[in-house]
């Protein structure tokens, strides 16, 4: 099977070929030696089937980030069969800048020329037969977002890959030509492959070239030492790139006319109207967070565009329909996202029924195997279950915001805010990333040049509360709602995440000024041109998040679940206990020897007999998050007290309703569980990921403290705060006292620095 990779800059619409190229069939592993996420499928329409590599989105083949590292190193070690080098049309000559740099690479190179639609909408024309003869390789047009010309380009690379492709560069009548081919010809005798590229990337001192072949150095500095540049001196990398750039202007941009109708008019694009509003520097963020909000009323609200007050009136003739509770409620109109999950909700109820009926005649001595089946196996699995709906919905608003090219903007936003706090923009996009789950946002944190930069966000990343926390912020958010009849479950879901950010600044705030103090890396980023995102990468994202979630369902929540039953209806002794004799489990027991340290958060020894559900439900989180409901789930049917009318709105609003009620716990303890499970060590699988990534086993072990000690700090004042409202002035006077603290220790370290310089 032959195999293409995929090249490109960021924003290049790389991710969007790759998607139509490979559907269904894309896959995510590691690269070999490198935790860093790859992306790889087949594509099955040319004579035979393509594998299709996904590098990462790249400037240079030169060894400045990771990514950069990751593709140059695919190139030459796995030697694909041809490269399909994806260039931005509307930005032609910075993106042929790393054309000039895979042309000199021993290997078929067929340049895509993307955005072609939108070089089209704006009046301008590249003639790409003339873009062909200059670069010497084959130039198809093609738009990747309306999968225009994707098929003719897969036929051309393929019948490119069956030829030898001999590497050229531009260079070889430049300046520094007579030296890239005396160091070309040592390669050669060395039989080394890809000599050109190896040859043009030492004269530019390159750090990998330099430390794999340092006898050949000497050739370089003897030259530098006969040679003077007007404008860099010696400096060969700075005089290689300046050459690059002026060749493409003189050769290859013009292959690019403009609308000049058009630009005499206005140089203002679509894009930049809109960014004039959308990156304003005072309406930014408050825009954000607009939308932000916006789309947690459409996953979360019961009382859907606040139309519950003009609902009231005309709710009593619709009384007794089957649409009551699915469609709305006594509050208002359901959200689309609420409405999905009443769907749901109501299959998997029924689903539980119809399995409960299948035990009606059942031993007396055997019904513990209906309990097992009904109320710890698809009790706990049905309730995380449930959810799925409104994760995807949450995920689909992302996917579109971030296909759209806003999130990219939202980076640009918050570089502002977060340079004051020690951190570049660019830390901001694996943070987002944390919204859908903390894995490959740590692993996205490898575009990180500065160390401290990178530890720092991989610790606040989970502070961004994933998909598998969703089930936690809306089962107790809908249960406050429900039992207290206080507020509103999308407006308490919104500000727990709202609240995950804010902790995040102050904890990234707080290393950068302590532990790790250091100089901002500075963040360059591309703003690509807002599109309207392809229904079908949308769907290929749905797809893969439901995938991996319904996985993580059958195999680590179920057995989970199994465990969870099991421990709670058996002594140390193994004797099975009835429902209602779950007080004396195995598992209320360990509950009730660690419920004492939770007691500064609100779920600990001030709470009635069962409280020990909360604390057991946080140990389970840690192993996955899902776990926390699916323990409520599990445990739900034990508890409940009959004696307490509680409104059927979905078994897990009802778990978490019963266990407010038999247990006591207060609202502040509630927004403290929830704080807790957001801030506190996430998943097994994302501890196992930050062990990874982390330089060394000091600084995880730190990582662990870290999570531990904040997620403590936070619940706590939540829970003390919300009970005791002065207290807030004791927090405010700490607060105020460690900033003082801080300010004047680093004045002290920053004057015995200079004096020491």
Known sequence: MKTFALAGNPNCGKTTLFNNLTGSTAHVGNWPGVTVDKKEGKYKKCKEPISIIDLPGIYSLSPYTPEEVISRNYILDEKPDCIINIVDATNLERNLYLTTQLLEIDVPVVVALNMMDEIIKNGDHIDAKTLQESLGVPVVAISALKEDNIDELMTIAYNASLNKRKGFTLLEKGKLSHLIQDVCIAFRGKGVENPLFHAVKLVENDELESKSHPDLLPMVEDFKHTFDDDTFGDDFEAIIADSRYKYISAHYA?????????????????????????????????????????????????????????????????????????????????????????????????????????????????????????????????AVLSFVPQILCLFLFFSILEDSGYMARVAFILDRVFRRFGLSGRAFMPMIMGFGCSVPAMINTRTLADENERTATIRVIPFFSCGAKLPILTAIAGGIVQFFNVGN????????????????????????????????????????????????????????????????????????????????HFTWEYKFLADEEINNSILANIGQLLQPLFTPLGFGSQLKSFGWVFVVAAITGLIAKENVIATFGALAACIIDSAIDIEQEGGDVEAAVAMIANTGITIPALISFIAFNMTTIPCFAAVATAKAELPNKKRFWFTIAFWLIVSYLVSSAIYVIGTWWWTLFIYVIIIVAFIVGVHYINKFLDAKKAKVV
């Open 254 to 382: 013009s292959s690019l006319t403009k609308n000049q109708d058009k630009a005499y008019k206005t140089n203002l694009t679509k894009s930049d109207k809109i960014d004039k509003v959308l990156t304003n520097r005072w309406l930014g963020i408050p825009i954000f967070l607009v939308i932000l909000f916006i789309i947690f009323h459409i996953t979360f609200s019961s009382n859907f565009l606040f139309l519950g007050g003009l609902f009231k009136n005309v709710a009593p003739s619709f009384e007794g329909s089957m649409f009551e509770g699915l469609l709305w409620t006594s509050d208002g109109i359901n959200s689309p996202g609420v409405i999905l999950f009443n769907l749901l909700d109501q299959l998997t109820g029924g689903l539980s029924d119809l399995v409960a009926s299948w035990f009606v005649n059942i031993p007396e001595n055997a019904a513990w195997v209906e309990g097992f089946i009904v109320d710890g196996v698809l009790g706990g699995l049905f």
């Open 489 to 568: 479950a999308d407006v308490i879901t919104y500000s727990m995440y709202l609240l995950g950010m804010i902790t995040a600044i102050c904890a990234v705030l707080a290393m950068r000024n302590t532990t790790m103090r250091g100089d901002i890396p500075p963040f360059i980023m591309e703003l690509p041109a807002y599109h309207v995102p392809q229904f079908k990468a949308l769907m290929i994202h749905l797809w893969d998040k439901l995938k991996h979630f319904i996985k993580k369902a059958f195999t680590i929540i179920l057995a989970s679940t199994i465990v969870i039953w099991f421990i709670s």
